[in-house]
Structure formats: structure tokens, C-alpha cells
């Protein structure tokens, strides 16, 4: 029941958030902000991940603090 719920409650965000968005971009000073909206940018429940961090085994080794030589390999 909890799941239909949610459902619910994103779909309203969704049409909620796409209200928003039109209004906002037809109102939007093309001058002053080159980049258009999309409706996700209104939506809070739409969430984005970061990328992950590239890093080598050598700098994660040393944020641990540990000793990393090409024998631990």
C-alpha cells in the first residue's frame, strides 16, 4: 500500500513540476539565461547522483591511511 502511495505522490510531483517548467520557460530571459529548464529541475522528488570519484588504488590506500606497495597487489 505504502509503494501506491509514493506512486501517487511522484505522479503528482511530475505533473506539478511540468506546470512549473512551461511557465518558467516561457517566461525564461533568453539573454540572461541561455539554458533551458526541463521540468526536473522543478520536480524535488526527481534526485541525481553525483559521479563517482575516479581514483586510483594508491590514492584510496592513502586516504586510509594504509602502506600500498605493488606486492600487496
Known sequence: MV???DAKR???W???STLVW???EVNRDRKRRR???KPDDFNPC???????AKASV??????????FTKANR
Not at 526527481?46 to 563517482?52: D, G, I, M, Y
Not at 594508491?58 to 602502506?67: P, R, T
Request: hydrophobic content about 50%.
Open 22 to 24: 512551461i511557465t518558467a
Open 35 to 37: 539554458k533551458a529548464f
Open 10 to 12: 511522484k505522479h503528482d
Open 3 to 5: 509503494w501506491m502511495i
Open 58 to 67: 594508491e590514492q584510496v590506500a592513502s586516504l586510509l591511511g594504509a602502506k
Open 14 to 16: 511530475q505533473l506539478a
Open 46 to 52: 526527481v534526485t541525481t547522483r553525483p559521479a563517482p
